[in-house]
């Protein structure tokens, strides 16, 4: 039985000690106590380390595809652009920024106290 320490574990996959210390926390890396030390066996470490299964039932590649919109598609966005555009004309908002804000505060505070 080879057993390795949190340290020779981690470098031997390549994390962080403090990785193998959660997954052992975890109950996900079974560990034991030797003394005041901690042990992992090299075997479920390794089997820790398994290679990544694709699912069985993997997902078509077609959803993905970038597929042009329709003309039917391109006239329902363009009519939603022009509904959200005159609502922003209706509703006055005047775009403001950091600075504009940061200047206004310091407007009110120089009023509030008379600086």
Do not use: C
């Not at 042009?68 to 391109?74: H, N």
């Not at 403001?96 to 106290?113: F, G, N, V």
């Amino acid at each position: 039985m080879d057993l390795l320490t949190v340290d020779e574990t981690a470098a031997m996959l390549r994390v962080n000690p403090v990785t193998i210390r959660r997954y052992i926390k975890s109950g996900r890396l079974p560990a034991v106590r030797v003394g005041r030390h901690v042990r992992i066996e090299k075997e479920t470490a390794e089997a820790l380390a398994t290679p990544v299964v694709p699912p069985e039932h993997p997902i078509a590649f077609e959803q993905y595809v970038y597929r042009k919109p329709s003309p039917e598609e391109l006239a329902r966005r363009k009519a939603l652009v022009e509904q959200i555009l005159a609502d922003r004309e209706h509703r006055n908002i005047a775009p403001l920024t950091a600075s504009d804000l940061i200047h206004m505060a310091r407007e009110e505070e120089e009023q509030r106290y008379g600086g």
